[in-house]
């Protein structure tokens, strides 16, 4: 039995999941926009997210949140982290009982300090709540670009349903009970993106990236362990394989605000050019709240936060690690 799926969010990531899942499924895609929404009924495209991209002719959107999840048998939340509480309650009402909750989003809720499926626990109790992660940038997937993601759920039977559910032609899926692990990998991946950006749009070279992916990978880790999440699970997919695609890419989102700050632009300059959320901004203020409460060194991470809102040059933060005492590779810092 094919499952129905409603997917709240009409950005690059929610759109792309939503055309991938109507090769296997019914799925109803709701946006904010009546504009998005009438191009993806009577065009089959989303030209603002996916300029030139065809979507799947099954996929159906809808101004409507009600019918995009009363008949739904999962829900996919492609809303970015700030908003996720928001657009989940306004969801809530229309939710059948017990249904699973996947969330697409790689951030934390500031103030609360939440990883997405902690909010969906806390909102609809009762409902399996999982996450979407991995190196997944949405256009290179939807142009057919071969790529894998994991599902994290505690759940391993309704995880693995729902694997046949994303699974797609060269999209692969596997499946992962460290849920938080997975989350902190999605969200803390971004502010190292960010830090590779500013290294790429000052010039500093590939040994720098390099060496920030990997310095960045032993500090994610070390933070998401505290947290509670598994260290193999940084090794993976939503650890090592987001973050290197991430700080590699231009088509990354937090890795083009690096870069533009790298160029010399300022924060506010860059976001209100963009037309997405790049959300290693706002998680970069939550991770530094998160370093103190569990007792880590996040030393990249302060930096990157120092540049974005202490008014701190890309050339101090270098300058700012470079200070920092060298110890053994397999010590912090």
């Not at 946006?31 to 030209?47: L, P, Q, S, Y």
């Not at 990998?185 to 749009?201: C, P, Q, R, T, V």
């Not at 880590?296 to 690690?321: C, H, Q, R, W």
Request: proline share 3%; net charge neutral; aromatic share 4%.
């Amino acid at each position: 039995m094919k499952l129905k799926v409603g997917l709240l969010g009409g950005g690059s990531w929610g759109t792309t999941v939503a055309s991938l899942t109507a090769k296997n499924s019914e799925v109803i895609l709701w946006a904010r926009n009546a504009d998005t929404v009438k191009e993806i009924n009577e065009h089959g495209t989303n030209r603002k997210y996916l300029p030139d991209a065809k979507l799947h002719k099954n996929l159906k959107a809808s101004n409507s949140i009600q019918e995009t999840v009363q008949d739904a048998d999962v829900i996919v939340m492609g809303i970015p982290s700030q908003n996720f509480r928001e657009v989940l309650k306004n969801a809530k009402p229309f939710i059948r009982p017990w249904v699973p909750i996947i969330s697409l989003a790689k951030g934390l809720e500031m103030g609360t300090k939440m990883r997405m499926t902690e909010i969906i626990e806390e909102e609809l109790p009762g409902h399996p709540a999982g996450v979407l992660t991995g190196p997944n940038l949405a256009k290179e997937i939807h142009y057919g670009k071969a790529a894998a993601a994991v599902i994290a759920m505690v759940d391993d039977t309704i995880a693995k349903r729902l694997q046949s559910v994303f699974s797609s032609g060269l999209f692969r899926v596997y499946t992962n009970h460290d849920v938080i692990g997975c989350e902190l990998g999605g969200a803390l991946k971004n502010i190292m993106a960010i830090a590779s950006g500013m290294g790429d749009g000052a010039n500093a070279g590939d040994n720098t990236r390099a060496a920030v992916i990997t310095r960045g990978l032993s500090e994610l880790t070390r933070l998401g362990v505290a947290m509670g999440g598994k260290r193999r699970t940084f090794s993976g997919l939503a650890g090592m394989g987001d973050l290197v695609a991430t700080c590699s890419s231009a088509k990354s989102r937090n890795h083009h605000v690096g870069y533009q700050i790298g160029r010399g632009k300022s924060l506010d300059q860059i976001i209100e050019e963009m037309s997405e959320v790049a959300e290693g901004v706002k998680t970069a203020k939550v991770v530094m709240e998160l370093s103190k409460d569990y007792g880590v060194d996040m030393p990249i991470s302060t930096e990157v936060y120092k540049v974005l809102y202490e008014g701190n040059t890309v050339n101090d933060a270098f300058k700012g690690l470079l200070k920092i005492e060298v110890g053994s590779e397999g010590e912090p810092g």
